[in-house]
């Protein structure tokens, strides 16, 4: 019990230090971006098809799937930027009243393959939307852009982070009347890519299907822990 109570008096003793401490301090965050064109494009598509039997439904979206990786490797995607992405088989079930009873019935079999394509030339990527199309293709499900070396915009995004939180600690400290001593911890919150209109977007040339490429945008969150000087 004595060793408890002396325990919980070293505690209470401890608390104003650390307060003291806290208040010794200035946490603040900075958001940085760096935008640039794109230079790659990420595409999901695939096909989906249905038949009477599984075996069927599989055996036409495979031959349909071969057919769409022949034309990508025509358009002159490499066999590493082509990836499968979602493969299923699915059963079509027909609902229906009979003699006042619910009946569920099979009546068929939808299977569906879908890929993810890097296109590594962003001038090419409304023609190979067009040929895929032709080959077959029938799903769309998304279309993306980035960068294929990203680490030089997201170096820029970081340091644009920390000259935003630099500002806001001058700024605050300034109007506190403190004075800011040495950093204490930086620590990064993450950044990601996310799309941005240009004002006249860039069109893929010569194909069937107008793309935009835009511009494409990295962010990244910094904050800084100052101590406060005298």
């Known amino acids: 019990m004595k060793n408890v109570i002396v325990i919980v008096l070293l505690w209470c003793l401890a608390l104003p230090a650390l307060a003291e401490d806290d208040a010794g301090r200035l946490t603040v965050s900075g958001t940085g971006y760096a935008t640039g064109a794109p230079d790659m494009a990420t595409l999901t ?7 009477k039997t599984a075996g069927e439904a599989l055996a036409a979206a495979s031959a349909a799937t071969l057919k769409i990786l022949e034309a990508l ?5 490499a066999d590493k930027d082509m990836q499968t992405s979602q493969l299923t088989l699915n059963p079509q079930w027909n609902y229906r009243n009979s003699s006042g009873q619910d009946v569920n019935e099979i009546t068929g079999y ?6 993810n394509v890097r296109i590594r030339e962003i001038g090419e990527v409304g023609a190979v939307l067009d040929r895929v199309a032709q080959s077959g293709a029938n799903e ?6 980035g960068f294929a070396e990203p680490q030089g915009k997201e170096d820029e995004a970081r340091m644009a982070a920390i000259k935003d939180a630099r500002r806001k600690a ?3 400290a300034e109007a506190a009347g403190v004075t800011l001593a040495r950093i204490v911890s930086i620590s990064e919150a993450g950044g990601q890519g996310r799309p941005i209109m240009m004002a006249e977007a860039r069109m893929a040339a010569d194909s069937a299907v107008p793309v935009a490429s835009g511009e494409v945008s990295l962010q990244s969150t910094v904050t ?3 101590e406060l000087g005298d």
């Open 110 to 115: 939808v299977a569906s393959n879908l890929l």
């Open 224 to 226: 800084l822990v100052f």
């Open 140 to 145: 769309f499900r998304g279309l993306s852009f």
């Open 170 to 172: 001058d700024l605050m």
């Open 45 to 51: 598509l695939g096909v989906t098809q249905q038949e």
């Open 73 to 77: 490797k025509a358009a002159g995607i």
